[in-house]
């Protein structure tokens, strides 16, 4: 079993930026990824990385979020600026053991999650 353990959420105005962290100890993995549970929304994906760094993104993270992981520290990221309100709510680290197609973009896909970690509060507000 892997624990999944995020860190970082807070309380922020808009505009303004948040850093996530998810310390992800697992020797070998096909993807890992942040997704996010927002008020009236389904859980949705946020980015994801692969084991050689490629990333891919929602479409509402493009030029806002960056994924990146530190391979050293076992850790995997979400740099978020420019936050706006309707991104408030749970962030979710999650990771793919084993993927079967599309690199990155399996991870966008709840149903190839292996863990997942107990997420982290985000609240962006004036």
């Known amino acids: 079993h892997v624990q999944l353990v995020e860190s970082g959420g807070g309380s922020v105005q808009p505009g303004g930026s948040l850093r996530l962290s998810c310390a992800a100890p697992?020797?070998?993995?096909?993807?890992m990824g942040w997704y996010r549970q927002t008020p009236g929304k389904e859980l949705e994906a946020v980015a994801a990385?692969?084991?050689?760094?490629?990333?891919s993104y929602a479409n509402f993270a493009k030029g806002r979020f960056t994924i990146s992981r530190d391979n050293a520290k076992s850790t995997m990221y979400l740099q978020m600026n420019n936050l706006k309100p309707d991104d408030g709510g749970t962030y979710y680290c999650a990771v793919a053991i084993r993927g079967m197609y599309g690199g990155t973009w399996f991870c966008h896909n709840r149903d190839g999650i292996d863990y997942w970690g107990e997420g982290t509060q985000v609240t962006v507000s004036p």
């Open positions: 990385i692969d084991d050689v760094g490629s990333t």
């Open positions: 697992v020797a070998s993995f096909y993807c």
